[in-house]
């Protein structure tokens, strides 16, 4: 996936950027707050941010985050926040930090992202793609597996349930180059 990533993301939902009119410069930490729902007692979701170049029609992976739905729990305390930004949430992933997953519900999914630097060149598109497993790197544990086997994930994004990516854009101007 590191020359073209294009055929795992056939069954995301992929969002693009208009093309780009200068370099875009990525460097550091990534979040995802994603509102979703499942038909489902759990769901895994995956974020994968990629240079997409549509004169090719492919897709190159940056970096992705993996979450599972009932393990979406957030620790501020320890989570790192830039001008008031999580862009970094901090999940317990322990039992006790379990939340329940309740079919067709609204629920946010606080998703990190790997951190990264990466420079997606003018022409191109910052691709955002969300899935429900980002196989060979990510398989859910088995319970998750078999709660969200059968289950519709969908992807909110309006007034009430506002997804967004955190990006750590660097301006042309602070750049050496």
């Given amino acids: 996936c ?3 990533d294009t055929i795992n993301q056939i069954p995301s939902a992929n969002f693009r950027t208009p093309v780009l009119a200068d370099d875009l410069y990525l460097n550091g930490p990534l979040a995802a707050e994603i509102w979703m729902t499942t038909s489902a007692l759990d769901a895994s979701l995956s974020v994968r941010v990629s240079d997409y170049d549509p004169a090719t029609n ?13 393990h979406r729990a957030v620790d501020d305390t320890k989570s790192r926040f830039v001008n008031g930004l999580r862009i970094q949430p901090w999940h317990p992933f322990t039992q006790a930090a ?6 067709n519900e609204p629920m946010l999914l606080p998703v990190e992202i790997f951190s990264t630097s990466a420079l997606i060149p003018k022409g191109h598109q910052l691709q955002i793609s969300i899935a429900s497993s980002n196989l060979p790197q ?6 998750t597996l078999v709660k969200g086997a059968v289950g519709v994930i969908s992807v909110l994004n309006d007034a009430q349930h506002p997804s967004r990516i955190i990006l750590p854009v660097v301006p042309r101007s602070g750049l050496n180059i």
């Fill in 98 to 103: 379990v939340l329940p997953v309740k079919p």
């Fill in 2 to 4: 590191f020359k073209e």
């Fill in 138 to 143: 990510g398989l859910p544990p088995v319970a």
């Fill in 58 to 70: 492919k897709a190159v992976a940056i970096t992705n985050g993996l979450l599972t739905a009932s």
